[in-house]
């Protein structure tokens, strides 16, 4: 039978209508998500700030303190390659870790489930001491280096110091890999299958291509750039030291905190201008700007992690150092364990300057509630569009049943 002119008629207003209802539905959804999403970022800030990057900062100092205690166990050269080699392995079967855990994380499988994440656990310790070996080991070979070229001569050593921690910042800036100098609370990394074995490297080689090259891409980026960043911080550190009331430790650590946290809300609020700012340019003004703004936040990452650190060695068990770095090294871990964030412990991989599209080369990789609600929302909208399907499918298979006519039903 031929279709009515009225049907052609009515199909497109219902369908005019339904576009419309729907773009409005999309737009109200849109205005949520903005304003969830400024919540949440802000909720993600707060929490690193507050919470993980204090448990980041005892675990180091606990580590380091024990490491301290037992001098002739970790003599400084020795643990500054020992970290190197042990980084480096990490990074060369990092791939390979991956693969093998791939599909221990999948529902129905609670044994494996249980071993890949006690093997995490221990992976993740593993490269936490390799890390902390190689930034000791670091520090004191450059403390060895800066005495014995000005043996006696302390008045000119903040040169010295200065000068060595420009060279390797600038030496950074060149292989663009400044950024790499931050740390928590700008870093919070959740614990899984990809963000615990997988990190980038600076030339960013395949090993399944170029064996060499992929090699070589790990030696570089974790004995040159790596080294550059402990050197770094290890001068910025020893500089605050010296010029932030030396003759006074709690107004130094008070007045590092206040800065470093000060710096850290400023650099936190104007993420989303600076983002417009940078996805506008091009070329080396972009790279500047961004650089620029990692180096503010850096000197806040120093003052937050001094100011953290000694003051836990001023009021934490002062007395009995050996109870109080024990302490910060197990509660700590395994307060980062239970809210999942252990990864944010450790420090590797390879930020190149300036590489992501538009502005996302200045958003800081701070997600942990928002990884949870959006985890949520997807999980809602599965059960909402499996529920439509059903009622659909349902309502269908009712208007497929024939009508009977009166004589029928009696």
Known sequence: ??????????????????????????????????????CYGAGDALFSAIVVAPQVISVWRGTWGIMELHPHLFPHAQIFLLGIVLHLCFT????????????????????????ERFVCRIYTYIFTLANIMHWRGGWGLLDMFVVTILPEDEKHRPVLIGGLTAFCYLTSICIRSSRNM?????????????????FTTRFQAKSSRETALYILDCVFSVTVVGSLVVFVWRGTWALLDIFVYPDDQIKSFITSLVVGYAIVALTFATQVPM????????????????????????????????????????YFFPDTPKLSNWCSHIISLALLILLNCSNSILVRGVYIDAEEPEGDCVVFPCLYLRLYFHKERIKKRHKDSLATSTSAAKKAEEASVPLQTPEEKV
């Open 182 to 198: 931050l740390a928590s609370p700008y870093f919070l990394f959740t614990d899984g299958k990809e963000s615990t074995y997988i």
């Open 1 to 38: 039978m031929p279709s009515r002119a009225s049907d052609n008629l009515l199909q497109p207003v219902i369908t005019n209508k339904t576009e419309k209802d729907i773009d409005e539905f999309e737009d109200v959804e849109t205005i949520e998500c903005d304003e969830q999403e400024i």
């Open 275 to 314: 983002r417009w700012l940078v996805g506008k340019l091009q070329g080396a003004p972009r790279l500047l700007v961004a650089d620029l703004y990692h180096l503010i936040s850096f000197f806040a990452t120093v003052n937050v992690w001094r100011a953290v650190w000694g003051l836990m060695d001023v």
């Open 92 to 115: 060369l079967v990092r791939s390979v870790l991956l693969s093998r855990s791939k599909g221990a994380w999948g529902e129905g499988r609670a044994g494996r489930w249980l071993r």
